[in-house]
């Protein structure tokens, strides 16, 4: 499985689907066309369009495509460290394939809700299903040590943030880490 998918940067970063959605990178299974991923970019998409994840459904040429939103903070990581940033996708791409995105509309849970459940889940040192189904995915196609770095630079983003959450999110993060270390 390792190699199947491939991250092309958009150097140029055209804007192909509006104003608001400009594609800078995308991820390509070699295996299948569909299931592209289209990585769009913009700060204050999540709020502005109502995501509730990181990874929706996006129309294009008539076929619906996996999209992963990203704020600024991890841009330059696609530069400077892509197979991080790679693997940042491969985690969202895994949620799509889980067909995670499908759960949450069948459930029409609130974003505050989602939090909640998130948030208590991680407070009794447990992390989602979905979340490491997802890190699972991740994992079978970049590798257990590449993953790690990819836990430690979120960890490091997290703390250079210094938000409200951060304390939760780090204590997350290293929840998925030891997860993924106690993996056969």
């Known amino acids: 499985m ?14 192909y689907n ?20 289209y990585i769009v970019y913009e700060r204050d998409l999540w ?9 929706e459904e ?9 999209v992963a939103v990203i704020d600024d903070l991890h841009r330059p990581c696609l530069y400077d460290h892509p ?3 790679l693997t940042i996708m491969l985690h969202e791409l895994g949620h ?18 989602i939090k909640d459940i998130r948030a208590e889940a991680i407070l009794h040192g447990k992390v989602q299903m979905q979340e490491l189904r997802a890190d699972v995915f991740a994992v079978q196609h970049v590798g257990k040590n590449t993953f790690m ?4 630079y ?15 999110a780090i204590k997350e993060f290293e929840l998925r880490k030891k997860a993924i270390q106690n993996m056969k």
């Open 2 to 15: 390792k190699g199947q998918f491939k991250l092309c940067i958009n150097e140029t970063a055209v804007d």
């Open 58 to 66: 996006y129309e294009r040429d008539g076929e619906d495509y996996p």
């Open 154 to 168: 979120m960890i490091n983003k997290r703390r250079q943030r210094s938000d409200t959450g951060m304390e939760l």
């Open 18 to 37: 509006g104003p608001e959605k400009v594609e800078i990178a995308k991820i390509v299974d070699s295996t299948a066309k569909k299931d592209a991923m």
């Open 149 to 152: 770095r990819t836990m430690d």
């Open 83 to 85: 197979e991080i940033f």
């Open 96 to 113: 799509y394939r889980n067909g995670d995105l499908s759960a949450f509309d069948e459930e029409e849970v609130s974003n505050e809700k």
């Open 47 to 55: 709020k502005k369009w109502g995501y509730h994840t990181c990874i």
